[in-house]
Protein backbone atom coordinates (compact mmCIF):
# COMPACT_ATOMS: atom_id res chain seq x y z
CA UNK A 1 0.00 0.00 0.00
CA UNK A 2 0.97 3.56 -0.60
CA UNK A 3 0.88 6.23 1.97
CA UNK A 4 -1.58 8.11 2.03
CA UNK A 5 -0.98 11.72 0.33
CA UNK A 6 0.55 13.85 3.36
CA UNK A 7 3.05 15.60 3.27
CA UNK A 8 5.71 16.33 5.93
CA UNK A 9 5.21 19.69 7.51
CA UNK A 10 7.74 22.07 5.37
CA UNK A 11 7.17 25.04 8.02
CA UNK A 12 8.84 25.09 11.69
CA UNK A 13 5.55 25.98 13.18
CA UNK A 14 4.34 22.52 12.37
CA UNK A 15 -0.08 22.60 12.78
CA UNK A 16 -1.26 25.94 13.71
CA UNK A 17 -4.61 26.41 15.38
CA UNK A 18 -5.69 29.46 17.30
CA UNK A 19 -3.62 28.36 20.64
CA UNK A 20 -1.32 25.40 19.72
CA UNK A 21 1.61 24.48 17.48
CA UNK A 22 2.23 21.10 17.00
CA UNK A 23 5.56 20.87 16.15
CA UNK A 24 6.99 17.11 15.01
CA UNK A 25 9.58 16.08 16.78
CA UNK A 26 13.13 16.11 15.78
CA UNK A 27 16.44 13.64 16.51
CA UNK A 28 17.00 16.07 19.61
CA UNK A 29 13.62 16.65 21.18
CA UNK A 30 13.70 12.54 20.96
CA UNK A 31 16.98 12.26 22.39
CA UNK A 32 16.27 14.59 25.34
CA UNK A 33 13.23 12.88 26.14
CA UNK A 34 14.42 9.21 25.91
CA UNK A 35 17.50 10.33 28.06
CA UNK A 36 15.61 12.09 30.75
CA UNK A 37 16.87 15.45 29.62
CA UNK A 38 15.39 18.83 28.95
CA UNK A 39 15.55 21.49 26.33
CA UNK A 40 14.25 25.14 26.72
CA UNK A 41 10.90 25.56 26.88
CA UNK A 42 9.10 22.84 28.11
CA UNK A 43 7.37 23.14 30.90
CA UNK A 44 8.55 21.74 34.23
CA UNK A 45 5.97 18.97 34.22
CA UNK A 46 7.25 17.81 30.26
CA UNK A 47 8.32 15.09 29.30
CA UNK A 48 5.83 12.98 31.19
CA UNK A 49 5.66 9.19 30.97
CA UNK A 50 2.83 9.10 27.83
CA UNK A 51 5.38 11.51 26.36
CA UNK A 52 8.79 8.82 26.94
CA UNK A 53 6.45 6.13 25.53
CA UNK A 54 5.88 7.90 22.43
CA UNK A 55 9.59 8.68 21.50
CA UNK A 56 9.84 5.20 20.87
CA UNK A 57 7.95 5.19 17.88
CA UNK A 58 9.22 8.30 16.48
CA UNK A 59 10.80 7.75 13.26
CA UNK A 60 13.04 11.08 11.44
CA UNK A 61 10.58 13.35 9.43
CA UNK A 62 7.78 10.80 9.77
CA UNK A 63 4.95 13.29 9.27
CA UNK A 64 2.64 10.70 10.87
CA UNK A 65 4.79 10.77 14.37
CA UNK A 66 4.93 12.37 17.75
CA UNK A 67 4.66 15.78 18.14
CA UNK A 68 4.99 18.79 20.92
CA UNK A 69 1.86 20.42 21.82
CA UNK A 70 3.13 23.97 21.63
CA UNK A 71 1.22 26.91 23.54
CA UNK A 72 1.15 29.96 21.05
CA UNK A 73 0.51 31.85 23.99
CA UNK A 74 2.78 30.68 26.72
CA UNK A 75 5.80 29.62 24.02
CA UNK A 76 6.03 26.29 26.02
CA UNK A 77 5.28 22.72 25.67
CA UNK A 78 2.75 21.55 27.51
CA UNK A 79 2.02 17.86 25.96
CA UNK A 80 2.13 15.79 23.14
CA UNK A 81 0.08 14.36 20.22
CA UNK A 82 0.62 12.20 17.25
CA UNK A 83 0.29 8.73 15.32
CA UNK A 84 1.74 5.44 16.10
CA UNK A 85 3.07 5.18 12.84
CA UNK A 86 1.67 5.55 9.05
CA UNK A 87 -1.62 4.10 8.51
CA UNK A 88 -2.16 0.55 7.68
CA UNK A 89 -4.83 -0.97 5.91
CA UNK A 90 -7.45 -2.96 8.87
CA UNK A 91 -9.16 -5.64 8.23
CA UNK A 92 -11.75 -4.13 6.20
CA UNK A 93 -8.61 -2.78 4.04
CA UNK A 94 -9.37 1.05 4.68
CA UNK A 95 -6.39 2.68 5.67
CA UNK A 96 -6.15 3.02 9.83
CA UNK A 97 -3.79 4.83 12.41
CA UNK A 98 -3.93 4.82 16.18
CA UNK A 99 -3.45 8.67 17.82
CA UNK A 100 -2.64 9.28 21.38
CA UNK A 101 -2.41 12.45 23.05
CA UNK A 102 -1.95 13.81 26.35
CA UNK A 103 -0.98 17.22 28.52
CA UNK A 104 0.64 18.38 31.23
CA UNK A 105 -1.62 18.60 34.78
CA UNK A 106 -1.85 22.61 34.57
CA UNK A 107 -2.93 22.42 31.14
CA UNK A 108 -6.32 20.40 31.53
CA UNK A 109 -9.68 21.38 31.50
CA UNK A 110 -9.39 24.48 28.80
CA UNK A 111 -10.14 22.32 25.82
CA UNK A 112 -6.49 22.42 24.37
CA UNK A 113 -6.65 18.35 23.95
CA UNK A 114 -9.97 18.38 22.17
CA UNK A 115 -8.35 21.47 20.00
CA UNK A 116 -4.95 19.83 19.33
CA UNK A 117 -6.81 16.42 18.37
CA UNK A 118 -9.36 18.11 16.04
CA UNK A 119 -6.26 19.45 14.24
CA UNK A 120 -4.63 17.04 13.63
CA UNK A 121 -7.71 14.59 12.46
CA UNK A 122 -7.85 16.92 10.33
CA UNK A 123 -4.66 15.80 8.59
CA UNK A 124 -5.89 12.23 8.98
CA UNK A 125 -9.46 13.42 7.20
CA UNK A 126 -7.56 15.21 4.27
CA UNK A 127 -5.63 11.77 3.77
CA UNK A 128 -8.61 9.47 3.98
CA UNK A 129 -7.70 7.63 7.04
CA UNK A 130 -9.65 6.43 10.21
CA UNK A 131 -8.74 7.21 13.34
CA UNK A 132 -8.52 4.76 16.42
CA UNK A 133 -8.04 5.33 19.63
CA UNK A 134 -7.14 3.46 22.99
CA UNK A 135 -8.51 5.12 26.50
CA UNK A 136 -8.78 3.68 29.84
CA UNK A 137 -12.26 3.25 31.21
CA UNK A 138 -11.82 5.35 33.93
CA UNK A 139 -9.67 8.92 32.19
CA UNK A 140 -13.13 10.49 31.70
CA UNK A 141 -11.75 13.39 30.41
CA UNK A 142 -9.51 11.41 27.33
CA UNK A 143 -13.17 9.80 26.85
CA UNK A 144 -14.69 13.19 26.55
CA UNK A 145 -12.43 14.49 24.36
CA UNK A 146 -12.58 11.27 21.50
CA UNK A 147 -16.32 12.09 22.02
CA UNK A 148 -15.91 15.57 21.33
CA UNK A 149 -13.88 14.61 18.30
CA UNK A 150 -16.22 12.20 16.49
CA UNK A 151 -14.87 8.66 18.07
CA UNK A 152 -18.25 7.51 17.78
CA UNK A 153 -17.32 3.21 17.16
CA UNK A 154 -16.18 0.79 19.87
CA UNK A 155 -14.30 -1.92 18.95
CA UNK A 156 -14.22 -3.11 22.48
CA UNK A 157 -11.22 -3.19 24.84
CA UNK A 158 -7.07 -4.02 23.96
CA UNK A 159 -5.31 -6.64 26.04
CA UNK A 160 -4.43 -3.34 28.54
CA UNK A 161 -8.22 -3.11 29.33
CA UNK A 162 -8.31 0.25 27.27
CA UNK A 163 -11.67 1.05 25.52
CA UNK A 164 -10.83 0.86 21.59
CA UNK A 165 -12.65 3.90 19.96
CA UNK A 166 -12.73 4.79 16.28
CA UNK A 167 -13.29 7.73 14.17
CA UNK A 168 -14.27 6.77 10.75
CA UNK A 169 -12.27 8.50 7.77
CA UNK A 170 -14.48 11.81 6.55
Request: proline content about 9%; overall charge negative.
Amino acid sequence: MTEPSTQPDTQPAGVVTERLRLVLWDEPTVTAIRDGGRLPGWHPEFPREDDRGAATLWRDGDPWGPRSIVSVKQQVVIGSIGFFGPPEPADDDVPEVEVGYGLVGPARGYGLATEALGALLARADAAGVRVRASIAPDNTASLRVAAKAGFTGVRGSNEDGELVLVRPAR
